[in-house]
């Protein structure tokens, strides 16, 4: 069986002259060739910005690019006949088309609502700071272009648990709406802030039984549909975990098959809260390892002071490696988003090494380390930025060897501050597979490490290109494996 690979498809600035849907499908037997076996598209609804958004600011689940609301029709990567046909084109390769769910709000309303509200702590959300009141509020959803097609549900104030702006008052502030599921935000993951049911928006509120199921029946239209075959949901710890269980075992049971779930629960603090997330999932999620990305950005920071043994030290991979999706960066944590923790270009490839070539986890790749990436922005001070995100070569080697050389038995060799190494004893189901990778964050390192008697008198080239030399494993299955200074050395088996 080869080896899970994923790719986020796409990045916060996107702004090739080619729209995404149209990449996709042209660039899909390429991924195919590189050894990716699923690929996360972005959010492919409209949103409250229309053809400029990424996606994020929800306007309209039932619209993939097919009706002229919010000033236009296709949504920033095309239209919907492009984004079936982008899926049809990835299935076509055995590929797992992967869309992105944004639950946790609606954006861009059509109407305003006159809504009672209480005003709350912006730092203990579970403290009310006013008596009842009443404002005019952006809740009220109609979607007047689309008249109703696919579904007729009218979203209004009491589908949602608060907003953040009082049209009549022209304020800002974290209004919990007062309806007749109960006061207060619902119970989420979530304890930052008291309580982090809100994030921006209109929160919707699980709690109004119509909600729940109009996203279920909007779950089968959008399988029935885009014959999608999996989800990333965004930013589950703000959203009731019931309502995504149900929605889940809905689907499963419709369909009768498991789709392939991967939840955004972002935090760099400790695993424990993803541990009980995968635990009230039943499992049925897989968790994007945002652990082990900060300690990849520490490390890329430290330099060699960073000690490279502690590099799993409180992550995901290290204590449910079977529910970690493990990752370099990011659409949140590129540069000038409010997560920015970009790994260093120096130590990316590494970081890769990684996540693609060690038995545990499934990596995913992100698109400017493919493609590359230019674009303009404010940054945090509001001067203009231009940023240039470089292709790293070794990822697209990396992810290639992968899929056909990373197999069999783990030996790892963390046994130094700076450089560290593992290897993979390769398998009979996958020709010439079995490999050893050393790096390091300090000076030029080498490590002798055991590959396995089978390959004993075999030779070795770093697949990598960094180390001209060859290496012949001896007779008890090891050998010498050496890294230039802060960098990675791919040791694969020489072929003809």
């Excluded at 919010?70 to 095309?78: A, L």
């Excluded at 279920?216 to 075959?229: A, M, Q, S």
């Excluded at 994007?288 to 900060?294: A, G, K, P």
Aim: glycine share 8%; proline share 3%.
């Amino acid at each position: 069986m080869q080896n899970q690979t994923l790719i986020q498809y796409f990045h916060w600035y996107y702004n090739e002259s080619e729209n995404l849907w149209i990449k996709v499908a042209k660039e899909a037997a390429y991924l195919k060739g590189i050894g990716v076996t699923g690929v996360w598209l972005p959010p492919a609804y409209k949103a409250s910005t229309g053809g400029y958004s990424v996606g994020y600011d929800i306007y309209d689940l039932f619209d993939l690019g097919e009706f002229d609301q919010k000033g236009s029709i296709n949504t920033k990567y095309g239209s919907k006949e492009e984004y079936l046909a982008a899926i049809r084109a990835l299935q076509q390769q055995g590929i797992t088309a992967i869309a992105d769910i944004v639950f946790n709000h609606k954006a861009g309303a059509d109407e305003v609502e006159k809504v009672k509200v209480r005003t709350v702590n912006p730092e203990n959300r579970n403290e009310f700071t006013s008596d009842v009141f009443e404002i005019e509020a952006w809740t009220k959803f109609t979607f007047p272009n689309r008249k109703g097609r696919y579904s007729a549900f009218i979203w209004d104030h009491q589908c949602f648990s608060g907003v953040d702006w009082a049209e009549d008052r022209k304020e800002t502030a974290i209004y919990s709406i007062q309806n007749f599921v109960g006061e207060g935000f619902e119970e989420v993951p979530s304890t930052e802030l008291g309580n982090y049911d809100y994030l921006m928006f209109s929160d919707i509120d699980f709690r109004n039984r119509a909600v729940v199921e109009e996203l279920k029946y909007w779950g089968e239209w959008v399988v029935n549909t885009t014959n999608i075959d999996g989800f990333r949901l965004d930013a589950v710890k703000h959203i009731n975990p019931d309502f995504i269980k149900e929605w889940i075992a809905h689907l499963d049971t419709t369909f009768n098959k498991q789709f392939f779930i991967v939840a955004e629960d972002w935090n760099v603090d400790n695993y424990e809260s993803q541990l009980e997330y995968i635990k009230l999932m039943e499992g049925r999620t897989q968790i994007f390892d945002s652990l082990l990305h900060h300690n990849f950005f520490m490390a890329s920071k430290e330099g060699n002071t960073f000690d490279m043994r502690t590099i799993f030290d409180n992550t995901l991979v290290q204590v449910a490696p079977e529910s970690a999706v493990t990752f370099v960066d990011n659409h949140d944590s590129q540069p000038l988003q409010a997560l920015e923790s970009y790994i260093d270009f120096w130590f990316r490839p590494m970081a890769y090494a990684i996540i693609l070539l060690r038995l545990q986890g499934i990596p995913c790749l992100f698109f400017p380390d493919i493609y590359g990436g230019i674009y303009d922005d404010e940054d945090k001070e509001g001067d203009e930025v231009h940023i240039e995100l470089a292709i790293l070569p070794e990822v697209e080697v990396m992810s290639k060897i992968r899929a056909a050389l990373a197999y069999g038995e783990q030996h790892d060799y963390f046994d130094h501050g700076n450089c560290v190494g593992w290897t993979r004893g390769g398998d009979d189901d996958h020709e010439n597979s079995g490999l050893a990778v050393v790096l390091s964050n300090s000076e030029e390192g080498y490590k002798t490490m055991e590959i396995g008697t089978r390959f004993a008198g075999k030779t070795f080239v770093d697949a990598l290109g960094h180390r001209p030399q060859e290496v012949v494993i001896d007779e008890k299955g090891c050998a010498e494996f050496h890294c230039n200074a802060g960098s990675v050395s791919v040791w694969v088996l020489k072929m003809g």
